[in-house]
């Protein structure tokens, strides 16, 4: 994907720290003083009295990708440090590159892939790994190379070990667009990269197979999709986005399928691009979405 006149020399910076008085004057000062035009800026407070406060500020700075380094330097020793900030920097010119992992099911990754072909998603998607070799004609459409897997319960440990392989180093995020195996302990910790999931939202109530049958049966009336951070406890990541559609005694269960399928493709797509343009600052097991 090419850069954007709107997003060369434009900085990203994400703050979260215990509230106090002072910290906007900090930092818009420290980016006045290095030439910088705050263009957007928002904040939140868990609670003024020694809560935790988020900061997402959007900035120009002319030749900031030659200064990105030096500038995250000056700012923690000057800022960051001083006021105990978790932070960080991003230059908006470098689109984040993004892995896609999926099993059969096509639906939110062909549309992730077909947003981003459209320069929908300001990211580049460098690598689709799938446990089946089902869609590696679709992919192969969108000129991504395509990496078969596969795992079984015995070959579970040296599958994981061929996705590092692939892809530690390489990507700054992972996207599991529908893929149906669970992702261990040891595998995250050495992924060194947050990675998006998707699912349904009936869990808890109907985890497990056939969930739209179990739905139908019970006459739900509501049917949603979830994407949340993934972590080492199943399905109990922090929330990126959620949204839901109304559904009725008139759908039957293929009707329920397809409108699941819908939501979660428009879900995890916000979700991705949510994070690729730096607005979900993460703390503890929530997320602040600006």
């Known amino acids: 994907m090419t850069e954007t006149a709107k997003e060369v020399d ?16 900090a930092v818009s000062r420290f980016l006045y003083l290095h030439g910088a035009n705050i263009a957007q800026s928002d904040q939140y407070s868990t609670d003024p009295e020694k809560g935790t406060f988020f900061l997402r500020m959007v900035f120009h700075m002319r030749g900031l990708a030659q200064m990105a380094d030096e500038l995250r330097m000056a700012f923690e020793e000057q800022v960051g440090h001083p006021f105990g900030m978790t932070w960080s920097l991003q230059d908006a010119a470098r689109p984040k590159r993004v892995a ?14 077909w947003r981003w072909r459209r320069g929908e998603l300001d990211l580049d998607i460098g690598l689709v790994i799938s446990n089946h070799p089902d869609l590696a004609d679709d992919v192969a459409q969108f000129d991504v190379p395509f990496e078969h897997v596969p795992v079984t319960k015995d070959t579970k440990r040296e599958a994981e070990q061929r996705q590092l392989e692939l892809l530690r180093v390489n990507f700054d995020m992972v996207v599991l667009a529908r893929y149906m195996q669970i992702l261990s302990g040891e595998f995250l910790a050495q992924l060194g990269a947050p990675a998006i999931n998707i699912h349904h939202s009936f869990l808890p109530a109907f985890a497990g197979a056939g969930p739209y049958e179990r739905a139908k049966e019970r006459g739900v009336k509501l049917i949603g999709a979830t994407a949340h951070y993934v972590t080492e406890e199943l399905d109990q990541g922090p929330i990126v986005e959620q949204d839901v559609i109304r559904v009725s005694h008139r759908d039957d269960v293929d009707a329920l ?4 399928a819908d939501i979660e493709r428009t879900v995890l797509a916000r979700a991705v691009r949510w994070h690729c343009e730096d607005r979900v600052l993460v703390s503890g097991n929530t997320t602040v979405v600006f």
């Not at 434009?10 to 004057?25: H, K, N, Y």
């Not at 399928?257 to 699941?260: D, P, Q, T």
């Open 10 to 25: 434009t900085g990203r910076l994400l703050v979260r720290c215990e509230d106090r008085p002072g910290i906007v004057a």
């Open 100 to 113: 896609l992992m999926v099993s059969r099911q096509d639906h939110c990754l062909l549309d992730l892939l």
């Open 257 to 260: 399928i397809r409108l699941g």
